[in-house]
């Protein structure tokens, strides 16, 4: 009996199982969901904007500071005491070339100026004492000369009487002691007219050297006043009135506002693209270090106000590149720093310049540099949101999404630049703007409805 109660606890389970698959084979499987047909593909409809051909110049952006084109500054060249000083000769006042800026105490130099002047004079005089003796002992040599003729003839006629024993011995004798005196005149004339040539060109040399002297003097007296060498700013100055400074003193640094200079760095792709232009113009015989003069902006921002002068990128600076940043500092030489243009939120110049304009450049201002950068291969360009994070672009060509990757030229103002040869994009091309989902090369695309 026991037996039989536990197969019936383990038959009963098997039957149950059993009997329902039986009834569901008795009832038949779930029907299949009816198929539905796949529509064909549509196109998917995107914005697009065209291709644009740029001009073959480009704008190359940077930072940049002002700083002065030079500072002078301006040293004692005599020593004494400062007995003027200018008003204009202080901190942050602006000085014309030509001002007077000290004054040191001339006394000295006057007194210096007025002995050389008589010494000048003095050393004239003799050479006027020196030519009247060498005009006396030319007369004389010529009497002399005379005198030695008329003695010589004396002498040969007493000789002639001599041989008809007409005169005595101690007559013919006499004779040629007066000959040799005068001969013996004659050589002392000569002498002294050597000498007196000697003696006129010393004094001549003593001439030179008062000269000379009275040059320095008078030289001496100028720098007594000491006078800007151009337009400028009084940056520092160090002397004050009735102090007494010596010979090569530091008086006064002035800033140099003739013109200005913006130090500003270069990426080396920049300065590729510079030099590029440059051997495009050149015909490739530029110099291997010097950076070619091209046109640049320079832009000075107030807030939503902007102003612009004109400037030239003229030199490098410095031996090569920054070890630091890898750029290459160079020099913005901006030739009219008062000359300043407003321009509007667009861009546009002003007519008038408003009231709260900078009037110039300053030292340390900040500004940005557009350098005006002419590129001899052509170039086109699509707006900055077309490019995709990955760097490709997607073009609508005949009706079909074509993705490409072109590689960079340039990025200013908004727009990404390309070589038109190297990228492949035409004018005629339409690139793909906005977002798109699972793009694919070759897709269907249609321009959507505006």
Known sequence: MKFLKNALRVLLPLILLGLGVGG???????????????????????????????????????????????????????SGRVLRKSDSCNEGQFVRKGDVLFEIDPRDYELDVARLERELAQAAVAI??????????????????????????????????????????????????????????????????????????????????ASSLLERAKLDLSRTRVVAPGDGVVVEDKVEQDSFVSKGAALVTIEDTSAAEVRTSLRMDEVARVWSGRRAAEGGNGQGHDVPEVPAKVVFSIGEKRYEWDGM????????????????????????????????????????????????????????????????????????????????????????????????FHAAAGRILFGERDSGLTPDDRVVVGQMSNPRDGMDITEAAP
């Open 24 to 78: 569901f084979l008795a009832l038949g499987g779930p029907k299949p969901p009816p198929r539905k047909l796949a529509e064909p593909p549509r196109a998917v409809p995107v914005r697009t904007v065209g291709v644009e051909r740029e001009s073959g110049r480009i704008e190359i952006e940077s930072d940049g500071v002002v700083v002065p084109l030079r500072e002078v500054t301006l040293a004692a060249e005599v």
């Open 128 to 209: 006027e004492e020196a030519d009247a003796e060498i005009d006396q002992n030319a007369t004389s040599i010529d009497l002399s000369r005379r005198q030695v003729e008329l003695a010589h003839r004396e002498a040969s006629r007493i000789e002639g009487l001599k041989a008809g024993k007409i005169v005595t011995e101690s007559e013919h004798d006499r004779a040629l002691r007066e000959e040799l005196t005068a001969t013996n005149a004659l050589t002392m004339l000569e002498g002294q007219k050597r000498v007196l040539a000697k003696r006129r060109n010393r004094l001549l040399e003593a001439h030179a050297l």
């Open 313 to 408: 990128l003229s030199r490098q600076e410095g031996r090569g590149l920054d070890e630091k940043t890898r750029t290459l500092p160079c020099r913005v030489r901006v030739a009219e720093p008062g000359r300043v243009r407003a321009l509007d939120r667009y861009g546009a110049e002003l007519q008038e310049l408003p009231a709260d304009a900078p009037r110039s450049l300053l030292r340390g201002m900040f500004v940005e540099v557009l350098l005006q950068v002419d590129v001899p291969e052509p170039l086109v360009s699509v707006p900055q949101d077309a490019l995709r994070p990955s760097g490709e672009l997607f073009l609508m060509r005949d009706g079909k999404l074509s993705i490409v990757h072109p590689r960079q």
